[in-house]
């Protein structure tokens, strides 16, 4: 009984922490369908949202809703500055160079915040004090709450516009193969711009949720989740949204039980050995298909 | 005549080479330079080999790999082991520390050299870290804590014999049939696998002797402080390489050293504004990419540039 | 006679499309044959089956006397098989010497620690292959632009350097897939007389695939004739002019 406890105890902190998982990666594997590019700024675009929601909150005094609100549109329009700026020039460079600029806008966004807000960690205020549900010994605390709705509405919302509208079909249809995309009419840069601001408008509420889950902020803290969000895309089949989902469950479900069981220590790691499992087994991922380069 | 020629040109610059330590050394022993500039002075050295066997991967065989401050680690562990718990000598120490990490890169090879591009990056990026946390739960070695009281052999010679020795070697290597099927791989595998050659046998075969390159570097680095902690090898450190190779030029020797110096003598120089730094280096990458993305010596090295065959050749084609 | 290779009932399916079915073909030593058909008929599916790209789902094929099923292309090439693309794939970035040069790759008996130290028989050996490859260079006309990167020849001598760079492998059989594609009436009409002077020079079987019909008619000595990832038929160039299954094949299929 004991055991079975905790196991479930670690399974609700690993699926809340497997949602902000899934919010950061479907934003990598949106971006990676559409342009083929390992986004590594994306984990830093998060942290960018996370200060946003930080100082709509203590600065401005906003409530969680409305910062949420403000971090989500403001850290979108960024995400869509540095495709504009970064990745569209290099549109048909090869894809090696487009990855180092990637690092490079990585570590402009990090060090750039760093010199504005002080490389010092912020301390999120505590917004739901001692709020919790307690079933049979199990604990779910405010902030869970909070992230497993919130992650709820924006994958609705998501699927909505991803599935019924025409930016969405747009989207799926520039995914599939840019070029007949553009022969339908479709503006292929106008898609990548807005797959771009949706994918960072959901790093945003990702970084401001884990701002209030774990009440510390700081410019490097999107490096890791970064990376791990990349792993839990590639986990569920990169370019698949589904996949990202359920990638990020996982992940953060492993990571709980690796950390509460084994050794926090080994938590990164973990996530790593998930990655080159994959890779080496089934390099599509759980809900990829197989393709082969033609000669 | 052409046989005469690599072979005069191997003599330049290995005369070229013991000229730059003379004088280099001679500034050292004569305490012209402050030990804040002799200690970034072996820096360079260390990171010239370093970007030199990345470059090897990254460059010449076009296998992106993100992965190299995880063997450099190794090796580092590995000698500080040796010397410090038992006593053998500082050169032995360095080799097994190279061996380990060259062995440790052929058995990762194998398995992920598979995988193309942007996902090998990200795969050798995460067994770096994996190496890295592994080290940090070995509490033999320190743990987290980092490795304390190593002796302090790392001289400004050993560095620099070691970092020639690297660049003549690589030089070499790449001027054979075996560094030709690298570049041929790079270049096209389809097309290289077709015309007889092994191509995963050559990509295991640089990754190791990189990693092998990059355990010796760990090696030196060590045993150039009295501490160090898993905290130094992370990847943000293999992107500090990353850097030096792709603004010198990924496929240039010349440029990994040009790099190397430039990299880390803006680091020394900017100690004190490391976010200034990094925001240096994020801007010059991005502009690298843009205007210039083959680096600032594309695929030239400095043996068979205008200037130098004006200055030392008479004819042939320059091939060193 | 004496038969070099031999593919008996080779079939290849992908995701249960069959692309070559049933396909069988001999080569007698010496032979120059073209393989032709309509687009989409399964001509560079058999040539990936035989240089071991693709591993043929069911069916034999000997080259010498032993199998070559399940070997992985490299080692196919070390056999004594080598060939050209469709879509040129040079050493882009390289020179053309080095395109040659990589070629004699698996011919090289120095050692990693030979080309390491530049001792033993290094220095001769890269001597020897750099005359081979100028040789190679002067024959297809190529010699003066030897520093010149790949990427930077006109179509025509890309064409050529892929030819050049697939005899530096020293084979006994060489594939040209497509070779005058591209190529003026007057560049093909030179490549044809190539094609024979290297055949006799290097005592070469030459397999070709070619839409050009002035050129398979002009040089090959037999024809197989591909529809549908099926032989049509096979025959001297005369038998398939004269073949009404082949012409309805053409007329009917372009």
């Known amino acids: ?295 | 005549m052409k046989r005469n020629f690599l072979r005069r040109n191997d003599l330049i610059m290995l005369v070229f080479a013991i000229i730059l330590f003379a004088v280099l050394q001679g500034l050292i022993e004569g305490r012209v330079l402050s030990s804040f500039w002799q200690l970034n002075l072996l820096i360079i050295g260390i990171n010239v080999i370093l970007a030199a066997s990345l470059n090897l991967i990254n460059g010449y065989t076009g296998q992106f790999s993100l992965g190299h401050a995880g063997f450099m680690a190794v090796g580092a562990y590995v000698g500080v082991v040796l010397t410090t718990n038992f006593s053998v000598p500082f050169g032995a120490a360095l080799v097994a520390g190279g061996i380990a990490a060259g062995a440790l890169g052929f058995l990762i090879g194998i398995p992920t050299l598979r995988l193309r591009g942007d996902y090998l990056a990200i795969a050798t990026l995460g067994l770096g870290e994996i190496i890295r946390i592994v080290i940090m739960n070995i509490q033999y070695v320190g743990g987290a804590a980092g490795f304390k009281g190593i002796p302090h052999h790392t001289t400004f010679a050993w560095v620099f014999f070691i970092m020639l020795f690297t660049l003549f070697f690589i030089k070499n290597f790449v001027n054979s049939t075996h560094g030709r099927a690298c570049l041929a791989i790079r270049e096209n595998e389809i097309a290289a696998e077709s015309m007889g050659i092994n191509t995963t046998k050559y990509k295991v075969m640089a990754f190791t002797i990189g990693a092998a390159f990059a355990g010796v570097a760990g090696g030196l680095f060590a045993h150039a402080f009295y501490l160090i902690t898993p905290a130094s090898f992370t990847f943000m450190q293999t992107f500090n390489y990353l850097i030096m190779v792709v603004m010198g030029g990924l496929g240039s020797i010349t440029g990994s050293i040009a790099g190397a110096f430039v990299v880390t003598f803006i680091s020394a120089a900017l100690a004190s504004w490391p976010e200034f730094r990094m925001i240096i280096y994020a801007v010059a990458l991005i502009l690298l990419m843009f205007y210039r993305p083959q680096g600032l010596f594309g695929y030239k090295e400095i043996t068979n540039m205008g200037i130098f065959r004006k200055c030392f050749a008479k004819g042939g084609k320059a091939n060193g | 006679m004496d038969e070099l290779l031999q593919a008996e009932h080779v079939s290849m399916v992908f995701g249960g499309l069959k692309a070559v079915s049933n396909f069988n073909l001999h080569l007698n030593k010496g032979e120059l044959v073209g393989l032709i058909g309509p687009n989409g008929a399964g001509k560079t599916t058999a040539f990936n089956m035989l240089t071991g790209v693709y591993r043929p789902t069911t069916g034999s094929i000997t080259f010498a006397g032993k199998s070559i099923v399940g070997l992985p292309p490299y080692e196919v090439t070390q056999r004594g098989i080598a060939r050209t693309f469709q879509n040129i794939r040079l050493f882009s970035e390289l020179t053309v010497l080095e395109n040659v040069k990589i070629a004699f790759h698996f011919h090289v008996k120095y050692g990693l620690i030979e080309a390491v130290l530049r001792v033993g028989r290094y220095f001769r050996e890269e001597q020897e292959i750099e005359e081979e490859a100028m040789e190679l260079l002067r024959i297809f006309h190529l010699e003066d632009k030897a520093d010149e990167v790949a990427k930077n020849l006109p179509y025509g001598a890309q064409r050529r350097l892929e030819i050049a760079r697939a005899l530096a492998a020293k084979p006994k059989l060489l594939l040209l897939d497509e070779p005058a594609a591209g190529m003026n009436p007057q560049e093909t009409h030179e490549l044809m007389e190539m094609i024979r002077w290297i055949r006799r020079e290097f005592a070469l079987t030459i397999l070709l695939i070619e839409h050009d019909m002035s050129l398979v008619m002009g040089i090959c000595e037999r024809i197989y004739v591909l529809e549908y990832g099926e032989i049509l038929a096979e025959g001297t160039p005369k038998e398939i002019k004269a073949n009404p299954e082949v012409i309805r094949a053409y007329l009917g299929g372009e």
């Open chain 1, 1 to 295: 009984m004991e055991v079975t406890q905790q196991v479930l105890q670690q399974l609700i902190n690993g699926i809340s922490l497997g949602s902000i998982y899934a919010l950061i990666a479907l934003g990598y594997t949106m971006i990676y369908g559409i342009i083929k590019l390992i986004n590594f700024a994306h984990g830093d675009i998060y942290m960018v949202g996370a200060y946003i929601g930080f100082f709509s909150i203590t600065q401005a005094g906003l409530g969680v809703i409305p910062s949420l609100m403000i971090s989500l549109v403001t850290t979108g329009l960024l995400g869509m500055a540095v495709e504009r700026i970064a990745y569209r020039p290099l549109r048909h460079a090869p894809r090696i160079s487009v990855l180092i600029t990637a690092i490079g806008v990585s570590f402009f966004l990090e060090y750039t915040s760093m010199y504005f807000v002080s490389p010092t960690p912020r301390t999120f205020p505590a917004l739901f004090g001692d709020v919790a549900v307690d079933f049979m010994g199990i604990v779910i605390n405010g902030q869970q709450m909070l992230i497993l709705g919130i992650t709820a509405i924006l994958m609705v919302v998501l699927t909505y516009i991803v599935q019924r509208t025409k930016t969405g079909k747009a989207m799926r249809a520039t995914s599939f193969d840019t070029e007949t995309a553009e022969l339908m009419g479709i503006n292929s840069d106008r898609i990548i711009s807005i797959t771009f601001g949706i994918g960072s408008a959901l790093a945003a509420v990702a970084g401001v949720l884990v701002g209030i889950y774990y009440n510390s902020i700081d410019p490097l803290m999107g490096i890791m989740p970064g990376l791990k969000a990349f792993v839990a895309a590639v986990l569920g089949g990169i370019g698949i949204l589904p996949g990202a989902v359920v990638g990020g469950l996982i992940l953060g479900v492993v990571e709980a039980l690796v950390s509460g069981f084994l050794s926090s220590t080994f938590r990164d790691a973990a996530a790593f050995a998930i990655l080159i499992l994959v890779l080496l087994v089934r390099p599509t991922g759980l809900f990829g298909k197989n393709t082969k380069e033609k000669v």
